[in-house]
């Protein structure tokens, strides 16, 4: 490493700078860069600002590379496992273990494009004749429309949206995607940050749950529903602001007649996608003190997809349908939902609460024991309820769940949820 000054008698002088150069240079060969590329790497980070943006690239590489480590011991350990007790060895989990082997190149390229992409953007802003900025200007030439999708690939560090954050209009839909998980984190954390809100509300979430029953789409199922609500939890506890996740029934078995009551922990989801939700609930709540957790079920609005849509569009072209009559609980309102939702940020009464809408106007419903309706309701009642306002007279015939088949994904029987705890702590249940 050149030193900073060198004596007349040929000695040589480090500066504090010097020293911290010395400390990437360190950890990049650690981390398998030849010394050529390490080269390219450092040269003028003695930029303070910058040394501290390569410092902390350096520790997510580490605490990447620590992670990868773990799972190729464990590779190693089952295989070695199953050599020495004459077992037939897993050749998925060996492939699985050179995939893992082979990491070291791809990890050493991650991190020369973060370290690319932030040089790239100080350049722009630094040394651009456009004085207005390289993501202004982008921004400014997309002509976004209210109502917009956009899929951005590539995205890095998600500057191009937390730069122009205030500027995105009603209604757009924007996803981001990048090769590198860590930096799809800072994304995260960049754009809401750069919101600096006073409470962050969680509702997206992959919920095409037969689609995740797919081999090909669990891993992405869990990255959406476990790992991006891991990301969004990180900055509500760095900015220190509540968090709403909205969740579902599907965290629980679907057995028996029972409301599940909303501090139950007896957890047993029966397909991926309600593994995945539960696994978001304990990132939301192992990782903050301030969070509502809020789960719902069958949910209809005026936007997205949902039952009453489906069920008018079947209506509409056929006489008759057939619709399961053995799944029982009843409907969540968006409308409803949103007004408690902001009934709920107003305070600190935080924890684990169930909401869906109350007895529903229905011809059949759900008794209990002692014949008296109880306000929930299956499918089928819900349908006919729909074709009876819609003015449909469509033959609506109930079947059983088997009967029905088609579903991949298993469904609970039992969506019934207790909300007492919303009257219990002075919050107004959803209305009929």
Same mark, same amino acid.
């Given at each position: ?19 911290? @150069? ?13 010394? *050529? /590329? ?15 943006? *390569? %410092? +902390? ?26 050599? $020495?007790?004459?077992?037939?060895? /897993? ?13 070291? +190149? ?21 040394? *651009? ?44 839909? =924007?996803? %981001?995607?990048?090769? *590198? ?7 995260? /954390? ?26 090909? !789409? ?16 990180? =900055? ?14 599907? =965290? ?5 007649? !029972? ?5 139950? !922990? ?10 995945? $939700? ?30 009453? $849509? ?73 349908? @006919? ?22 579903? $991949? ?8 949820? /207790? ?8 919050? !107004?249940?959803?209305?009929?």
């Amino acid at each position: 490493m050149k030193p900073a000054v060198r004596t007349k008698g040929g000695a040589r002088r480090y500066t504090d700078q010097d020293f911290a @150069k010395l400390q990437q240079i360190l950890l990049l060969k650690y981390l398998g860069f030849s010394l *050529s /590329d390490i080269r390219e790497m450092t040269i003028g980070s003695g930029d303070a600002q910058f040394l501290l943006n *390569s %410092l +902390q690239i350096q520790k997510r590489l580490a605490e990447e590379r620590l992670e990868e480590m773990k799972n190729v011991i464990a590779a190693i350990d089952s295989t070695s496992q199953a050599l $020495k007790s004459n077992q037939q060895v /897993d050749w998925s989990k060996m492939l699985n273990l050179i995939h893992l082997t082979s990491m070291n +190149q791809s990890l050493s390229m991650q991190y020369k494009n973060a370290t690319n992409i932030s040089a790239r953007i100080r350049l722009h802003r630094d040394y *651009s004749v456009n004085k207005e900025g390289w993501f202004p200007w982008l921004f400014s030439n997309l002509h976004l429309k209210p109502g917009m999708k956009v899929l951005e690939l590539g995205a890095g560090n998600g500057a191009l949206w937390s730069q122009n954050i205030d500027k995105v209009p009603t209604g757009v839909t =924007v996803v %981001l995607s990048d090769i *590198s998980e860590r930096m799809l984190a800072d994304a995260v /954390d960049k754009v809401i940050t750069e919101v600096n809100p006073d409470v962050i509300i969680h509702c997206a979430a992959w919920t095409a749950v037969d689609m995740a029953e797919d081999d090909d !789409k669990v891993a992405a199922v869990r990255k959406v529903n476990v790992g991006g609500t891991q990301n969004i939890a990180n =900055v509500a506890k760095k900015l220190d602001v509540p968090m709403v996740y909205l969740s579902t029934d599907y =965290v629980f078995d679907g057995q028996g007649t !029972k409301p599940w009551e909303p501090d139950f !922990k007896g957890y047993k989801p029966l397909n991926v996608y309600g593994e995945t $939700k539960l696994g978001g609930e304990k990132a939301v709540s192992d990782t903050l003190d301030k969070y509502f957790i809020v789960r719902i079920a069958w949910v209809f609005g005026i936007n997205g997809h949902n039952l009453i $849509k489906t069920m008018l569009k079947v209506g509409a072209n056929h006489d008759e349908v057939k619709v399961v009559d053995d799944q029982i609980g009843t409907p969540t309102y968006t409308f409803d939902l949103a007004r408690l939702l902001v009934d709920m940020i107003e305070t600190d009464k935080y924890g684990y609460y169930h909401a869906t809408n109350s007895e529903l106007p229905v011809a059949e419903g759900d008794h209990d024991a002692n014949g008296t309706k109880t306000g929930y309701i299956s499918w089928y009642d819900f349908t @006919k309820e729909i074709y009876r306002q819609a003015g449909y007279d469509t033959k609506v015939t109930p079947v059983t769940t088997a009967e029905y088949g088609l579903s $991949k994904a298993v469904r609970p029987f039992n969506s019934r949820l /207790d909300k007492s705890k919303l009257v219990d702590n002075g919050f !107004k249940p959803l209305p009929v």
